[in-house]
């Protein structure tokens, strides 16, 4: 694949579960988002990287944890989640914050 | 707060047909794209215009910064045209982008 991979692809966990979400862009971008899109709502921003430092907190629960070890990866640590976090969650990147956002094809997470 | 709004929230069309989607936005916007969300949820860029006119195929964009709105046209309409049209904006030189709620589009053969 090339452009922005994420995977897992489909997730299933429990309240009680620890679990990370990867993605991995390949365009040499220097920003990284995270998104989370419910049903029936906008995608809200979570999550952005600029050079591995992050530069946006969107009010996002302390049980999702952002990590960006490089600037081609980003992971997102899940714990103790609750039945309401269930959402398609969305990785992208740019050049910068002037520039065109590519998307990756997102993970769907259930949190029974 | 800065708003994106989008219209219609739904359309229907048969196969063949023109159709124009708009976006206002509430404030002077840094950036603008305009995204397809197909079934399978993957977001697919159409078109990076903070200003201007853009075309791809049957597909354009226009974006008037001073009035603050942006609209996509869809040119005759195919059934893989369905699915969910996002416009997208930054304002004040941020990295936030806020979505508009979406347009959802079926077009029937």
């Known amino acids: 694949e090339t452009g922005v991979t994420q995977t897992p692809r489909h997730l299933v966990m429990g309240m009680t579960n620890k679990k990370s979400l990867k993605c991995e862009q390949h365009l040499g971008h220097n920003a990284m988002y995270w998104y989370k899109q419910s049903a029936k709502k906008p995608l809200e921003l979570m999550f952005v990287?600029?050079?591995?430092?992050?530069?946006e907190n969107n009010s996002v629960p302390s049980r999702f944890s952002p990590e960006c070890p490089n600037s081609s990866h980003l992971f997102l640590h899940l714990h103790t989640l609750q039945p309401e976090d269930s959402a398609l969650y969305l990785c992208?990147?740019?050049?910068?914050?002037?520039?065109?956002?590519?998307f990756g094809p997102g993970t769907r997470l259930t949190v029974l | 707060g800065i708003q994106v709004e989008q219209s219609p929230p739904d359309l229907i069309l048969q196969e063949g047909a023109n159709s124009t989607l708009r976006c206002n936005f509430s404030d002077s916007v840094n950036n603008l794209q305009w995204f397809h969300q197909n079934p399978w949820g993957q977001l697919i860029n159409l078109f990076y215009i903070p200003s201007g006119t853009k075309q791809n195929g049957r597909l354009s964009a226009t974006t008037v910064a001073t009035e603050r709105y942006s609209l996509l046209y869809i040119s005759s309409s195919q059934t893989t045209d369905s699915g969910v049209y996002f416009c997208a904006a930054t304002f004040s030189g941020t990295y936030k982008y806020i979505f508009g709620t979406g347009t959802r589009l079926k077009v029937l053969a």
């Open positions: 990287y600029s050079l591995e430092e992050r530069v």
């Open positions: 992208a990147s740019s050049q910068g914050n002037t520039d065109t956002q590519y």
